[in-house]
Protein backbone atom coordinates (compact mmCIF):
# COMPACT_ATOMS: atom_id res chain seq x y z
CA UNK A 1 0.00 0.00 0.00
CA UNK A 2 2.79 2.37 0.98
CA UNK A 3 4.04 2.35 -2.66
CA UNK A 4 0.95 2.53 -4.20
CA UNK A 5 0.03 5.96 -2.08
CA UNK A 6 3.64 6.76 -3.18
CA UNK A 7 3.20 6.82 -6.70
CA UNK A 8 -0.09 8.53 -6.01
CA UNK A 9 1.33 11.55 -4.47
CA UNK A 10 3.80 12.18 -6.69
CA UNK A 11 1.77 11.61 -10.25
CA UNK A 12 0.72 15.42 -10.44
CA UNK A 13 4.48 16.44 -10.39
CA UNK A 14 6.51 13.95 -12.24
CA UNK A 15 3.54 13.22 -15.20
CA UNK A 16 4.98 12.21 -18.32
CA UNK A 17 8.44 13.42 -16.81
CA UNK A 18 7.85 16.78 -17.37
CA UNK A 19 7.30 20.16 -15.98
CA UNK A 20 3.80 20.05 -14.03
CA UNK A 21 2.65 24.21 -15.07
CA UNK A 22 -0.33 23.83 -12.99
CA UNK A 23 1.70 23.13 -9.74
CA UNK A 24 5.24 24.35 -10.68
CA UNK A 25 7.37 21.58 -9.62
CA UNK A 26 10.06 20.46 -11.56
CA UNK A 27 10.97 16.61 -12.26
CA UNK A 28 14.41 16.38 -11.39
CA UNK A 29 16.90 13.42 -11.57
CA UNK A 30 17.11 13.86 -7.94
CA UNK A 31 13.90 13.64 -7.20
CA UNK A 32 13.22 10.35 -8.97
CA UNK A 33 16.37 8.60 -7.69
CA UNK A 34 14.80 9.54 -4.06
CA UNK A 35 11.17 8.19 -5.08
CA UNK A 36 13.46 5.04 -7.02
CA UNK A 37 15.06 4.57 -3.11
CA UNK A 38 11.24 5.38 -1.20
CA UNK A 39 9.98 2.76 -3.43
CA UNK A 40 12.34 0.11 -3.00
CA UNK A 41 12.58 0.55 0.62
CA UNK A 42 8.79 -0.42 0.56
CA UNK A 43 8.99 -3.44 -1.84
CA UNK A 44 12.07 -4.67 0.04
CA UNK A 45 10.82 -4.70 3.37
CA UNK A 46 6.96 -5.65 3.03
CA UNK A 47 6.08 -8.65 4.40
CA UNK A 48 5.86 -11.71 1.99
CA UNK A 49 8.10 -10.15 -0.68
CA UNK A 50 9.91 -13.45 -2.10
CA UNK A 51 13.59 -13.45 -3.09
CA UNK A 52 12.21 -13.78 -7.20
CA UNK A 53 9.86 -10.63 -6.73
CA UNK A 54 12.82 -9.13 -5.03
CA UNK A 55 15.10 -9.68 -7.99
CA UNK A 56 12.52 -8.66 -10.88
CA UNK A 57 11.70 -5.50 -8.65
CA UNK A 58 15.45 -4.38 -8.22
CA UNK A 59 15.72 -4.83 -12.46
CA UNK A 60 12.90 -2.73 -12.87
CA UNK A 61 13.91 0.17 -10.16
CA UNK A 62 17.26 0.16 -11.91
CA UNK A 63 16.23 0.75 -15.24
CA UNK A 64 14.12 3.83 -14.17
CA UNK A 65 16.95 5.59 -12.16
CA UNK A 66 18.95 4.85 -15.81
CA UNK A 67 16.27 6.77 -17.42
CA UNK A 68 15.96 9.51 -14.82
CA UNK A 69 19.92 9.93 -14.60
CA UNK A 70 20.32 10.23 -18.89
CA UNK A 71 17.42 13.24 -19.02
CA UNK A 72 18.43 16.67 -19.53
CA UNK A 73 17.74 19.12 -17.00
CA UNK A 74 16.77 22.65 -18.30
CA UNK A 75 17.50 25.76 -15.82
CA UNK A 76 13.86 26.40 -15.69
CA UNK A 77 13.58 23.15 -13.55
CA UNK A 78 16.46 23.89 -11.79
CA UNK A 79 15.15 27.65 -9.88
CA UNK A 80 12.24 26.44 -9.57
CA UNK A 81 12.92 22.97 -7.10
CA UNK A 82 15.72 25.92 -5.69
CA UNK A 83 12.56 27.98 -5.12
CA UNK A 84 9.78 25.38 -3.83
CA UNK A 85 12.46 23.08 -2.09
CA UNK A 86 14.10 25.76 0.52
CA UNK A 87 11.12 27.57 1.97
CA UNK A 88 9.61 25.21 4.09
CA UNK A 89 10.57 25.78 7.79
CA UNK A 90 11.45 23.01 10.94
CA UNK A 91 8.30 24.05 12.01
CA UNK A 92 5.87 24.05 8.92
CA UNK A 93 7.37 20.14 8.57
CA UNK A 94 6.95 18.73 12.20
CA UNK A 95 4.15 20.97 13.22
CA UNK A 96 1.35 18.39 11.86
CA UNK A 97 3.39 15.01 12.98
CA UNK A 98 1.71 14.91 16.17
CA UNK A 99 -1.98 14.33 14.19
CA UNK A 100 -0.78 12.49 11.51
CA UNK A 101 0.64 9.60 14.11
CA UNK A 102 -2.62 9.35 15.77
CA UNK A 103 -4.61 8.98 12.79
CA UNK A 104 -2.38 8.99 9.68
CA UNK A 105 -4.83 8.24 6.68
CA UNK A 106 -7.31 11.21 8.48
CA UNK A 107 -4.16 13.41 9.08
CA UNK A 108 -3.23 13.18 5.38
CA UNK A 109 -6.65 14.05 4.33
CA UNK A 110 -7.41 16.94 6.54
CA UNK A 111 -3.57 18.17 5.36
CA UNK A 112 -5.12 18.00 1.49
CA UNK A 113 -8.61 19.31 2.53
CA UNK A 114 -6.48 22.35 4.35
CA UNK A 115 -4.38 22.89 0.86
CA UNK A 116 -7.10 22.66 -1.46
CA UNK A 117 -9.62 24.57 0.47
CA UNK A 118 -8.42 26.36 3.47
CA UNK A 119 -7.76 29.81 1.66
CA UNK A 120 -5.04 32.60 2.05
CA UNK A 121 -5.41 32.62 6.13
CA UNK A 122 -3.99 28.63 6.20
CA UNK A 123 -1.66 28.54 3.39
CA UNK A 124 -0.12 31.42 3.45
CA UNK A 125 3.51 31.56 3.84
CA UNK A 126 3.10 27.53 4.50
CA UNK A 127 4.31 25.55 1.29
CA UNK A 128 3.05 22.02 2.56
CA UNK A 129 0.10 23.44 2.40
CA UNK A 130 -0.04 26.19 -0.79
CA UNK A 131 -1.29 26.05 -3.97
CA UNK A 132 2.18 24.54 -5.05
CA UNK A 133 1.83 21.42 -2.40
CA UNK A 134 1.38 18.17 -4.04
CA UNK A 135 -1.49 17.97 -1.28
CA UNK A 136 -3.12 20.42 -3.20
CA UNK A 137 -5.13 17.63 -5.33
CA UNK A 138 -8.44 16.29 -5.11
CA UNK A 139 -7.17 12.81 -5.89
CA UNK A 140 -4.99 12.97 -2.64
CA UNK A 141 -8.02 14.01 -1.05
CA UNK A 142 -10.46 11.65 -1.52
CA UNK A 143 -8.45 9.00 -1.92
CA UNK A 144 -7.28 9.21 1.49
CA UNK A 145 -10.35 10.28 2.80
CA UNK A 146 -11.69 7.06 1.15
CA UNK A 147 -9.13 5.08 3.59
CA UNK A 148 -9.95 7.32 5.93
CA UNK A 149 -13.35 5.70 5.74
CA UNK A 150 -12.04 2.33 5.12
CA UNK A 151 -9.94 1.49 8.37
CA UNK A 152 -12.04 3.63 10.30
CA UNK A 153 -15.41 1.97 10.63
CA UNK A 154 -14.20 -1.98 11.82
CA UNK A 155 -13.03 0.26 14.35
CA UNK A 156 -16.41 1.02 15.93
CA UNK A 157 -16.96 -2.75 17.07
CA UNK A 158 -15.33 -5.51 19.39
CA UNK A 159 -16.17 -7.72 16.86
CA UNK A 160 -14.51 -6.46 13.47
CA UNK A 161 -11.85 -4.15 15.94
CA UNK A 162 -8.91 -6.94 15.52
CA UNK A 163 -9.19 -6.88 11.84
CA UNK A 164 -8.64 -3.50 11.81
CA UNK A 165 -6.14 -3.60 13.98
CA UNK A 166 -4.17 -6.64 12.55
CA UNK A 167 -3.41 -3.62 9.32
CA UNK A 168 -2.80 -0.73 12.02
CA UNK A 169 1.07 -0.74 10.88
CA UNK A 170 0.17 -1.06 7.36
CA UNK A 171 -1.53 2.38 7.79
CA UNK A 172 1.52 3.69 9.93
CA UNK A 173 4.02 3.12 7.67
CA UNK A 174 1.93 4.22 4.44
CA UNK A 175 1.77 7.69 6.56
CA UNK A 176 5.33 7.22 6.60
CA UNK A 177 6.18 6.75 3.61
CA UNK A 178 3.67 9.77 2.32
CA UNK A 179 5.31 12.18 4.43
CA UNK A 180 9.14 11.12 3.28
CA UNK A 181 7.59 11.46 -0.06
CA UNK A 182 6.24 14.62 0.08
CA UNK A 183 9.79 16.07 1.77
CA UNK A 184 11.30 14.22 -0.87
CA UNK A 185 9.13 16.42 -3.53
CA UNK A 186 9.22 19.63 -2.03
CA UNK A 187 13.20 19.37 -1.80
CA UNK A 188 14.22 17.92 -4.52
CA UNK A 189 17.25 19.76 -6.60
CA UNK A 190 18.99 18.32 -9.06
CA UNK A 191 23.42 17.98 -8.77
CA UNK A 192 24.27 21.45 -10.12
CA UNK A 193 22.08 23.41 -7.70
CA UNK A 194 23.13 24.71 -4.60
CA UNK A 195 24.83 22.15 -1.55
CA UNK A 196 22.47 21.35 0.34
CA UNK A 197 22.54 22.29 4.30
CA UNK A 198 24.61 19.46 6.27
CA UNK A 199 24.30 18.53 10.06
CA UNK A 200 27.28 17.20 11.27
CA UNK A 201 26.21 13.87 13.96
CA UNK A 202 29.43 12.70 14.82
CA UNK A 203 30.88 10.28 12.05
CA UNK A 204 28.03 10.81 10.41
CA UNK A 205 26.95 13.52 8.20
CA UNK A 206 23.56 13.85 7.10
CA UNK A 207 21.68 16.69 5.04
CA UNK A 208 18.62 18.66 6.63
CA UNK A 209 16.10 17.20 4.26
CA UNK A 210 17.41 13.55 5.32
CA UNK A 211 17.39 14.41 9.18
CA UNK A 212 14.10 16.05 8.76
CA UNK A 213 12.47 12.78 7.10
CA UNK A 214 14.11 10.71 9.47
CA UNK A 215 12.36 13.08 12.84
CA UNK A 216 9.12 12.30 11.25
CA UNK A 217 9.37 8.61 10.47
CA UNK A 218 10.11 8.48 14.41
CA UNK A 219 7.62 10.70 15.57
CA UNK A 220 5.24 8.66 13.83
CA UNK A 221 6.33 5.64 15.09
CA UNK A 222 6.34 6.56 18.57
CA UNK A 223 3.68 8.34 19.03
CA UNK A 224 1.25 5.96 17.03
CA UNK A 225 3.12 3.05 18.89
CA UNK A 226 1.04 4.41 21.72
CA UNK A 227 -2.33 5.19 20.31
CA UNK A 228 -2.18 1.53 19.37
CA UNK A 229 -1.86 0.32 22.53
CA UNK A 230 -4.79 2.28 24.27
CA UNK A 231 -6.84 1.10 21.51
CA UNK A 232 -6.24 -2.60 22.68
CA UNK A 233 -6.81 -1.61 26.05
CA UNK A 234 -9.86 -0.29 24.76
CA UNK A 235 -10.91 -3.50 22.96
CA UNK A 236 -10.01 -5.36 25.97
CA UNK A 237 -12.44 -3.52 28.36
CA UNK A 238 -15.95 -4.94 28.45
CA UNK A 239 -17.75 -1.59 28.17
CA UNK A 240 -20.53 -1.17 24.68
CA UNK A 241 -19.57 1.55 22.39
CA UNK A 242 -16.24 2.77 24.27
CA UNK A 243 -14.52 1.70 21.43
CA UNK A 244 -16.32 3.99 19.08
CA UNK A 245 -16.50 6.35 21.30
CA UNK A 246 -12.43 6.55 21.30
CA UNK A 247 -12.01 6.50 17.75
CA UNK A 248 -14.24 9.54 17.38
CA UNK A 249 -12.49 11.02 19.91
CA UNK A 250 -9.21 10.30 18.23
CA UNK A 251 -10.46 11.87 15.18
CA UNK A 252 -11.70 14.99 17.18
CA UNK A 253 -7.83 15.66 18.58
CA UNK A 254 -6.37 14.98 15.33
CA UNK A 255 -8.80 18.08 13.95
CA UNK A 256 -7.92 20.01 16.98
CA UNK A 257 -4.58 19.47 16.42
CA UNK A 258 -4.56 20.41 12.61
CA UNK A 259 -6.29 23.63 13.45
CA UNK A 260 -3.86 24.46 15.80
CA UNK A 261 -1.40 23.71 12.93
CA UNK A 262 -3.15 25.94 10.23
CA UNK A 263 -3.43 28.49 13.56
CA UNK A 264 0.30 28.32 14.18
CA UNK A 265 3.28 26.04 13.08
CA UNK A 266 5.61 26.93 15.82
CA UNK A 267 2.94 26.09 18.28
CA UNK A 268 2.09 22.86 16.88
CA UNK A 269 5.41 21.88 16.91
CA UNK A 270 5.66 22.67 20.38
CA UNK A 271 2.73 20.44 20.95
CA UNK A 272 4.14 17.68 18.97
CA UNK A 273 7.22 17.80 20.93
CA UNK A 274 5.57 17.32 24.23
CA UNK A 275 3.39 14.21 23.11
CA UNK A 276 6.52 13.21 21.70
CA UNK A 277 8.56 13.05 24.53
CA UNK A 278 5.57 11.98 26.80
CA UNK A 279 5.55 9.19 24.36
CA UNK A 280 9.23 8.21 24.48
CA UNK A 281 9.48 7.69 28.06
CA UNK A 282 7.07 4.99 28.09
CA UNK A 283 8.35 3.62 24.37
CA UNK A 284 10.16 0.29 25.65
CA UNK A 285 7.29 -0.83 28.16
CA UNK A 286 4.77 -0.03 25.12
CA UNK A 287 6.91 -1.19 22.10
CA UNK A 288 7.26 -4.84 23.51
CA UNK A 289 3.53 -5.20 24.06
CA UNK A 290 2.83 -3.66 20.10
CA UNK A 291 4.32 -6.23 18.96
CA UNK A 292 3.22 -8.53 21.56
CA UNK A 293 -0.90 -7.39 21.06
CA UNK A 294 0.24 -6.94 16.90
CA UNK A 295 1.50 -10.72 16.45
CA UNK A 296 -1.38 -12.20 18.62
CA UNK A 297 -4.01 -10.19 16.26
CA UNK A 298 -2.46 -10.75 12.90
CA UNK A 299 -1.92 -14.90 13.77
CA UNK A 300 -5.26 -14.66 15.08
CA UNK A 301 -6.42 -13.57 11.82
CA UNK A 302 -3.93 -15.47 9.33
CA UNK A 303 -4.95 -18.82 11.12
CA UNK A 304 -8.91 -17.68 10.08
CA UNK A 305 -7.87 -18.29 6.60
CA UNK A 306 -4.89 -20.76 6.00
CA UNK A 307 -3.61 -23.95 8.24
CA UNK A 308 0.05 -23.76 9.39
CA UNK A 309 2.55 -26.98 10.74
CA UNK A 310 4.17 -26.54 13.52
CA UNK A 311 8.03 -26.74 14.20
CA UNK A 312 10.10 -27.36 16.97
CA UNK A 313 10.56 -23.34 17.58
CA UNK A 314 7.57 -20.76 18.13
CA UNK A 315 7.50 -16.98 18.64
CA UNK A 316 6.15 -16.55 22.43
CA UNK A 317 6.31 -13.94 24.97
CA UNK A 318 6.74 -13.96 28.50
CA UNK A 319 3.91 -13.39 31.13
CA UNK A 320 6.83 -11.37 33.68
CA UNK A 321 10.30 -11.06 33.01
CA UNK A 322 12.32 -14.62 32.98
CA UNK A 323 15.79 -13.80 34.35
CA UNK A 324 17.40 -11.08 32.68
CA UNK A 325 14.17 -11.19 29.47
CA UNK A 326 11.88 -8.76 30.12
CA UNK A 327 7.77 -9.05 30.57
CA UNK A 328 6.65 -9.69 26.63
CA UNK A 329 9.56 -9.47 25.00
CA UNK A 330 9.88 -11.31 21.47
CA UNK A 331 11.72 -14.52 22.33
CA UNK A 332 11.98 -17.46 20.38
CA UNK A 333 10.98 -20.80 22.62
CA UNK A 334 12.35 -24.48 21.38
CA UNK A 335 12.67 -27.53 22.47
CA UNK A 336 16.69 -29.06 22.58
CA UNK A 337 17.98 -32.07 23.40
CA UNK A 338 18.68 -31.46 26.98
CA UNK A 339 16.04 -29.56 27.75
CA UNK A 340 13.96 -26.58 26.29
CA UNK A 341 15.86 -22.83 25.45
CA UNK A 342 14.07 -19.15 25.34
CA UNK A 343 16.14 -16.87 23.49
CA UNK A 344 15.66 -13.28 23.20
CA UNK A 345 17.39 -11.00 20.58
CA UNK A 346 17.61 -7.28 21.61
CA UNK A 347 18.43 -4.86 19.00
CA UNK A 348 22.33 -4.46 18.70
CA UNK A 349 22.76 -6.02 21.95
CA UNK A 350 24.17 -9.33 22.49
CA UNK A 351 21.11 -12.50 22.45
CA UNK A 352 19.77 -13.57 26.04
CA UNK A 353 19.13 -17.23 26.82
CA UNK A 354 17.45 -18.80 29.48
CA UNK A 355 17.31 -22.48 29.71
CA UNK A 356 15.04 -25.19 30.99
CA UNK A 357 16.55 -28.17 31.81
CA UNK A 358 14.64 -31.85 31.90
CA UNK A 359 12.00 -32.59 35.16
CA UNK A 360 10.53 -29.53 34.23
CA UNK A 361 8.20 -30.52 31.36
CA UNK A 362 6.06 -27.83 30.66
CA UNK A 363 1.80 -27.77 29.41
CA UNK A 364 0.21 -25.90 26.72
CA UNK A 365 -2.97 -24.26 27.68
CA UNK A 366 -5.33 -22.99 24.91
CA UNK A 367 -6.92 -20.07 25.03
CA UNK A 368 -9.62 -17.89 23.14
CA UNK A 369 -7.40 -15.55 21.53
CA UNK A 370 -4.02 -16.50 22.93
CA UNK A 371 -2.15 -19.80 24.43
CA UNK A 372 0.16 -20.25 27.05
CA UNK A 373 3.33 -22.50 27.87
CA UNK A 374 3.48 -23.11 31.80
CA UNK A 375 6.60 -23.93 34.10
CA UNK A 376 6.03 -25.50 37.42
CA UNK A 377 9.56 -25.06 38.65
CA UNK A 378 10.57 -22.10 38.63
CA UNK A 379 6.84 -20.79 37.59
CA UNK A 380 7.26 -18.53 34.26
CA UNK A 381 4.46 -18.45 31.41
CA UNK A 382 4.91 -17.94 27.84
CA UNK A 383 2.49 -16.75 25.86
CA UNK A 384 1.73 -17.15 22.21
CA UNK A 385 -0.23 -17.12 19.32
CA UNK A 386 -3.11 -19.35 17.99
CA UNK A 387 -1.07 -19.65 14.74
CA UNK A 388 -0.96 -23.24 15.17
CA UNK A 389 -4.28 -24.46 16.92
CA UNK A 390 -5.78 -26.47 14.13
CA UNK A 391 -3.21 -28.98 15.05
CA UNK A 392 -1.99 -27.74 18.58
CA UNK A 393 -0.89 -31.97 19.68
CA UNK A 394 1.10 -32.02 17.02
CA UNK A 395 2.62 -29.30 18.25
CA UNK A 396 3.25 -30.22 21.61
CA UNK A 397 4.73 -33.47 20.60
CA UNK A 398 7.30 -31.40 18.76
CA UNK A 399 7.91 -28.84 21.74
CA UNK A 400 7.63 -32.33 24.34
CA UNK A 401 5.18 -30.22 26.19
CA UNK A 402 1.91 -31.95 27.93
CA UNK A 403 -1.70 -30.62 26.27
CA UNK A 404 -4.45 -31.66 29.02
CA UNK A 405 -7.65 -31.71 27.82
CA UNK A 406 -7.06 -32.21 24.31
CA UNK A 407 -6.37 -28.40 24.23
CA UNK A 408 -9.36 -27.15 25.21
CA UNK A 409 -10.04 -23.64 26.19
CA UNK A 410 -9.20 -22.78 29.43
CA UNK A 411 -8.32 -18.78 29.65
CA UNK A 412 -10.01 -15.14 29.05
CA UNK A 413 -9.49 -12.99 27.34
CA UNK A 414 -8.41 -10.24 30.13
CA UNK A 415 -6.03 -13.12 31.95
CA UNK A 416 -4.50 -14.01 28.35
CA UNK A 417 -3.50 -10.33 27.96
CA UNK A 418 -2.83 -9.09 30.73
Known amino acids: MPVYLSILISYPVFRDGKTNHNLKIPMTRHATLMVVMTTAFCLFFSPGTSQAQMSIQSGALEDIAKQAMSSPISQTEITAAQQFGSSISIAQWLGPMAPIALSPFFGITCLSGMAMFGGEWISNGNPLLGENSPLHNPAVF ?139 IVFGWVHR ?94 TFSRLYNADLSRLAVHLNAALPNGGSLSAQPRTEFS
Open 289 to 382: RQVFFRTMLIDLVWATFTKSSPSGMITVFPVSPVGKIKSRARCRFSCEPNGWTLTHRPFLRPAIIQEFRDGQRPTILAGIFTNTITFSQPSVQL
Open 142 to 280: WTFLSLTVFTSIPRFTKVSKPFAQAIDQVEAWSGIVTMIMLRILMASTPETAEAPEVVQAGLLSLSMDTLMMLAAAINIFVINAVKFLFEVLIWLTPIPFLDAAFEVLNKCLCIALMAVYAWSPTFATALNFVMFTAAM
